[in-house]
């Protein structure tokens, strides 16, 4: 590893400006104004290590994978296998078998709509979601109801953006799959997974987490938490785009159906059909995201090597610190949506500035070089029940500084004073 | 703020806060079309109404969005409100041309590459004209044209009504 040395330790206090560092991109100034990113909820920016990871890789290793039988064939399908390994560590997976590499986590829950959904779910059925749902949660699931006319039905939110789980027991009675989101990406709230699959397995449902904006920025150990999918990207923490993760338990998967077809997936194909592999490769249909893998691991191993529990710690105290900066400066102009509790949620601020538009307000805050996302966060469910369009989000990492958060809250009271009634 | 006033006239900022001909109309007689811009969740539900001789009598905007579609669709309505459906695609086109011209000089996403359509009007476009800084923000062209989208819409369904 050629560049600069990875911060190190699980220390209270992140060292940012070491970290930083390694973010090449976050260097750069926009007309003379230091580039402030707050978009890390929608996609990461990546560290030089997992640049070099790949590059590394591609220069010296790369051939396809489980096919050649040459040194360099032998060598990236190691390197491919043992960055599976190194995701199953990361999230607790009883083994590597039971991580399966997807394009993206909506691949990944398109797969077990497709695979599980398909061969489990049909007419007097009913599954579970939650208004806090991104649609990669959502539209996968109506399009094989549409097919196999199965019941949805909807776990509601409070005013706040979290679940409301008040009527959660009759909700999961004679489900088959609840499947729900770890952290909503409009909100920020952490939801109560633990309730929730105690409550399914109590109804004999499954569960999927989606835990694409969780996994970056928590701890997890999906043994521990006791699911029986968990999908995430891994574009979102720190790794390349062209990769996510289905985990699932292994007796599930070795009882699963394929997804897709075609190379990689099967034992034997004959003129009357085919022998499907065991899983993960059963899943794997066509070339792999093979470096994409590799970056991953290498992403792994930074977010590793400054620490979860640190990173955890640093963007609640940056988030606590973010709420009181913005309501002192923008008091009532500013609505916060999602929990008010800084450990109720994670570093994702969905903001709605009084009488003005999500859209402007990302406008204005652009000519500060502050990066936010205006929208509806691919979770319109949730947005009408906020009753708001769209808001303008802003989210922290482990390369977020209160000086990120002091700039927002400058921009944004610039905002408001530009569109000013 | 140089380029930020530039997009945010004053005349865009009074049809924000303003916004001419909202509400809406009974339909039936009126027709209703809704449009979307999916990228930020704004939404215009438009209402028409046309005479017998085929002349915008009454119109209407409803939804919400960001001041550019919300004071592209007010300005639009002022606009169309007593033209006939010709004179009003007319403009739609007069309009979308001041929009394409730059997006398709930044090889825009397809979308809304209809510069290379016969452009059959040049109109005048008056207020309108205050959305030409738009062109210099991309992504805001969008927003600027779901209304005009969203009339032509209507008008293709009406249409489509009569001959079907
Ligand atoms: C909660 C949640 N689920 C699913 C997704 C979909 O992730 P991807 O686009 O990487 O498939 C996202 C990302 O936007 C998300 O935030």
Redesign the interface.
Known sequence: MTSSERPTGDQAELDVAAIRKDFPLLHQEQEGKRLVFLDSAASSQRPVHVVEAMSEFYYTSYANVHRGVYRVAERATNRFEQARATVARFIGAGSAAEVVFTKNATEAINLVAGSWGKTNLGPGDAIVLTILEHHANIVPWQMLAAERGFEIRWIPATDDGRLDLSDLDRLVDGAKLVAFTSMSNVTGSITAAEQIIAAAKAAGALTLVDACQSVPHLPTDVTELGADFVTFSGHKMLGPTGIGILWARAELLEAMPPFLGGGGMILNVTTDGFLPDAPPARFEAGTPPIAEAIGLAAAIDYLESVGMEAIRRHEVALTAYALRKLSTELGDSLTIHGPSEPAARGGVLSLELHG?????VS??LD?HAVCIR???HCA?PL?KHLGV??TARASFYLYNDTDDADALAEALV?ARD??A? | MSGLEDLYREIILDHYRNPRNRGELESPPAHRAEGFNPLCGDEIVLHVLLDDDGVIDDIKIGGQGCSISQSSASMMSAAVKGKTIEEARNLTATFKAMMSIHETEIGGDGSEAEADEPVTADLPLGDLEALRGVVKFPVRIKCATLSWNTLSQAFDELAAEATG
Do not use: C, N, R
Not at chain 1, 356 to 360: E, G, R, S, T, W
């Open positions: 003005v538009h999500a859209h402007d406008q204005v000519e205006p929208g509806h319109k947005m369009p769209a610039a530009f569109f009634l």
